[in-house]
């Protein structure tokens, strides 16, 4: 048996898809400690985890990036909280490790601080990642860029511009987040996002092959495991079973990011459409809207309990957006390459 410490920011969308992983590790006979934001401990202590909340400074995440009144002000703004917080994870995890003496340390990818202390600790650490792997490959355009993969001189010349304006600028303003910490903890200078990620024992990125651009280069340190299915057990709703496909889904953030125009414009543009459609708005009020007939808005809705209906998606992009939901739910994507079968549900349960 090994004891293992998990500790994730305190955003839902970065929790969520780990559980399934935490819960078989403890059902293997593993003994399992999660630190987590203080909204989600009982839920998370009721699906038989211990579970403790994060240190009372940064023990909740209010983002303000939705303030930003342009793309790179909100990116800013999100690095500066995510260095903010950076100190105090470190010194919470620390405590933790004294405190429980860990075998594992399992990180989720926003929490900095807390990766600079793994990787000072000597223990064997994994970064969990249910985001986009940002990592640079051969085979694939830079990150965050959506752009096609193309192999020509022209396309790699392409490539290696827009990374240096790209990755190559946000490498600069990370680094001068983290690195007078890192430097307060013995550990390397961050300089560039490869290095942060590989510093790791293992990368475990909860999503799958026809969800990343073909590659030949992965390092042996990144393992798809599928999608993390977990959420808070609910009942169906009575309405969903009154509700006939084809359905749509519309999704806004588990946490405040001033996305009511996502509902607001689902309500108008699907307005007698001969379709049903749920949003689920969850730190917007859904009695704020006035919806057509066929568009049900409430709060908080399972995803899980809807995407079995379900014929298209709209969402926010956030966190373990329904990217990371099921493979079923995009059964005509390609896997790696023909021939090859796409990995699934390592992750479940």
């Known amino acids: 048996m090994s004891r293992f410490l998990a500790y994730v920011d ?27 934001g203080i909204d989600d401990i009982e839920r998370l202590r009721s699906a038989g985890l211990h579970a403790e909340p994060l240190a009372p400074p940064i023990e909740r995440f209010e983002p303000d990036d939705w303030k930003a009144r342009t793309r790179f002000g909100a990116l800013m703004s999100g690095l500066r909280q995510f260095g903010e917080r950076a100190r105090a994870q470190a010194s919470d995890l620390a405590q933790t490790i004294e405190r ?17 202390v793994a990787e000072r600790s000597g223990l064997p650490w994994a970064y969990s990642l249910v985001s986009a792997l940002p990592l640079t490959s051969r085979d694939a355009p830079p990150f965050g860029l959506g752009l096609r993969p193309r192999h020509d001189r022209i396309g790699r010349l392409r490539d290696r511009v827009a990374r240096q304006l790209t990755l190559g600028s946000l490498e600069r303003v990370v680094a001068r987040q983290l690195n007078g910490l890192r430097a307060e903890l013995g550990v390397p200078p961050f300089t560039t996002i490869d290095a ?16 990343e651009y073909p590659r030949t280069d992965w390092p042996e340190k990144v393992r798809l495991v599928g999608p993390g299915l977990w959420e808070p057990p609910a009942e169906p709703p009575a309405w969903l079973a009154d509700i006939k496909p084809p359905l749509v889904l519309v999704t806004c953030s588990t946490l405040f990011q001033n996305d009511r125009k996502i509902a607001q414009i689902a309500c108008e543009a ?25 568009v049900r808005v409430e709060r ?7 995407l079995d209906h379900a014929a298209c998606v709209v969402c926010h992009a956030g966190m373990a957006s329904p990217r990371n939901r099921s493979p079923t739910a995009c059964p005509s994507l390609p896997s790696r390459s ?12």
């Open 300 to 306: 908080f809705v399972p995803h899980s309990l809807v």
């Open 100 to 116: 429980e003496h860990p075998d594992v340390l399992f990180i989720d990818e926003g929490a900095w601080g807390a990766a600079a």
């Open 270 to 294: 699907f307005d007698g459409e001969p379709f049903d459609v749920v949003i689920t708005t969850v730190e917007i009020d859904p009695a704020t809207f006035t919806p057509p007939a066929n």
């Open 196 to 211: 942060c990620y590989l510093a790791a024992s293992l990368i475990i990125s909860y999503t799958a092959e026809p969800f």
């Open 338 to 349: 023909a021939g090859t079968s796409p990995k699934w549900p390592v992750a479940s349960r």
């Open 10 to 36: 305190a955003v839902p969308g970065r929790l969520y898809p780990l559980v399934a992983t935490l819960l078989e590790l403890a059902d293997r006979g593993h003994d399992v400690t999660v630190k987590a």
